[in-house]
C-alpha cells in the first residue's frame, strides 16, 4: 500500500510539473507573437513548425513587410521551460523569395528548413486572401 500511495504521489508531481512547464512555455510563445505582430502594423506574420517523432522541434516565427522584405526570423527549439525565441543570424535582412530559395526542399531538409519553409507558406497564404 506505501508503494502505490509514492508512485501515485510521484506522477502528481511530474504530472504537475509538466502542467507548469507547458503553462510557461505557451506564456513565451505568446509574448513573442505579440510582440511581433504589434511591432509592425503593415507587414505578415507567418508561424512555423517542424516536430520530430522523437527529440526536440523547432518554432519558426518570420516577420515580412508588405513588400516582402524579411524584417525578422527568430527561432526556438530546446526543452521547453528552457527554450526561448533567439534571431536567426544572417536572416534579418533580404527578400521572402531569397529565404525561400535558402531553405528549399532537397537543398536543407533540417527541422529548422521545415519550419522556416511552413512559415513562409502561412505568410504567402495570408498575403493571398488579403489580395
Known amino acids: 500500500m506505501q508503494f502505490t500511495q509514492s508512485a ?3 506522477l502528481l508531481l ?3 510539473l509538466q502542467i507548469v512547464g507547458s503553462w510557461i512555455q ?6 513573442a507573437l505579440g510582440h511581433a505582430t504589434r511591432r509592425w502594423g503593415d507587414g505578415y506574420v ?3 513548425r517542424a516536430q520530430p517523432r522523437f527529440g526536440f522541434g523547432v518554432i519558426a516565427l518570420l516577420e515580412v513587410s508588405p513588400d516582402l522584405e524579411v524584417r525578422s ?3 526556438m527549439s530546446g526543452i521547453t521551460v528552457f527554450a526561448r525565441f533567439k534571431p536567426l543570424a544572417g536572416m534579418q535582412q533580404g527578400s521572402l523569395a531569397e ?3 535558402r531553405y528549399a526542399p532537397g537543398t536543407d ?3 529548422l528548413a521545415r519550419a522556416v519553409r511552413q512559415a513562409i507558406t502561412q505568410v504567402e497564404e495570408v498575403r493571398a486572401k488579403k489580395g
Open 46 to 48: 507567418g508561424m512555423g
Open 73 to 75: 526570423l527568430q527561432t
Open 14 to 16: 511530474f504530472w504537475t
Open 99 to 101: 529565404l525561400a530559395r
Open 26 to 31: 505557451w506564456k513565451n510563445y505568446r509574448t
Open 8 to 10: 501515485l504521489l510521484m
Open 109 to 111: 531538409d533540417s527541422k
